[in-house]
């Protein structure tokens, strides 16, 4: 994988947690080529198009990110539903924090925000 130089020094968590945000979800498929099925096309002709705010204080990100993998990761070697059940909503909870996080890392409005949240 090829970084930006400005991206070289970040931890890839912080990266993962702007990438897999719904802000990210909602801006790709304006920049990316769809595929039937709707997918869209993730090389590096359209992910170099992510616009990608470095902050002061990455850590916050960074933990919630390395907290999210490996919630999924207890949660494919949950047994009980139960358990399936706690873990799919502490991921719920943890989405919505990154969300919150990278909302506020590029400046979105109240109702920028609504926009994104409507459309994905």
């Known amino acids: 994988v090829t970084l930006k130089a ?38 590096k002709q359209f992910l170099s198009q992510i616009p990608i705010k470095i902050t002061d204080n990455p850590k916050k990100l960074i933990d919630l990110a390395n907290q999210m993998l490996a919630m999924n990761k207890k949660l494919s070697e949950a047994k009980t539903p139960q358990a399936k059940d706690m873990l799919q909503r502490q991921i719920e909870a943890t989405d919505k924090q990154i969300d919150q996080l ?12 609504k926009i994104v949240e409507s459309e994905t």
């Open 6 to 43: 400005e991206w070289q020094t970040l931890h890839l968590s912080y990266l993962l947690a702007i990438i897999n945000s719904k802000l990210m979800g909602w801006f790709f498929p304006f920049v990316s080529a769809p595929f039937r099925g709707g997918y869209f096309s993730a090389n």
């Open 102 to 113: 990278v909302y506020k890392l590029y400046d979105l409005t109240e109702e920028e925000i």
